[in-house]
């Protein structure tokens, strides 16, 4: 009868903990996909469809949009693994992201800010791949930095289009 009632209580405990971990993970998605864009917003020159679906509770792929005058700060990313490690490094480079795009003046400079910052600061095994495109809209110009990340670009001339072609340089 001892016996039983000690497991019983180990049981009781090993609920209550799981029940806590899921509340705890539940959390941690929802602060992640606050951080990820609904949509894409209205970009002169442009027209963007972006959003994503998560393959986990918590995941290692983000994207984002940062207006900087004129200039607009695309990026998409997808950190080695997947749950609660590949989402914590994804939340950093976020934050990286936005802390330099203030003090940089192209799309390179950015990822070697973000890289300086990140790469001490994690595992040897952990890495993000990565493509930042900065759209300037008064030249109606496209600057394109790979870090590892497949290409993302999808050009199609449309005839009689009203929307104008736009030139794709190395930042």
């Given amino acids: 009868f001892n016996e039983i009632t000690r497991s019983l209580e180990r049981v009781s405990t090993d609920i ?7 509340s705890e993970l539940n959390i941690a998605q929802k602060i992640q996909d606050d951080l990820l864009p609904k949509k894409a917003p209205p970009i002169k020159g ?6 994503t679906k998560p393959a986990a509770e918590i995941g290692g792929d983000c994207f984002d949009f940062i207006k900087k005058g004129n200039q607009i700060f695309m990026y998409m990313g997808d950190v080695t693994g997947h749950g609660i490690p ?7 480079v976020n934050t990286l992201i936005h802390t330099f795009a203030d003090m ?6 950015l990822l070697v800010q973000v890289n300086k910052y990140l790469k001490p600061r994690i595992q040897n095994t952990m ?6 495109l900065r759209w300037d809209e008064e030249n109606q110009r496209m ?8 290409t993302i670009l999808h050009y199609k001339k449309m005839r009689k289009s009203a929307v104008p072609v736009f030139k794709i340089a190395i930042d």
């Fill in 104 to 109: 940089v003046q192209d799309s390179k400079q």
């Fill in 16 to 22: 209550k903990e799981h029940r806590r971990i899921s």
């Fill in 127 to 132: 890495f993000m791949t990565m493509t930042m």
């Fill in 86 to 92: 590949s989402g914590l490094v994804m939340m950093i």
């Fill in 46 to 51: 442009l027209d963007i469809i972006a959003k």
């Fill in 143 to 150: 600057f394109y930095t790979g870090a590892g990340h497949e």
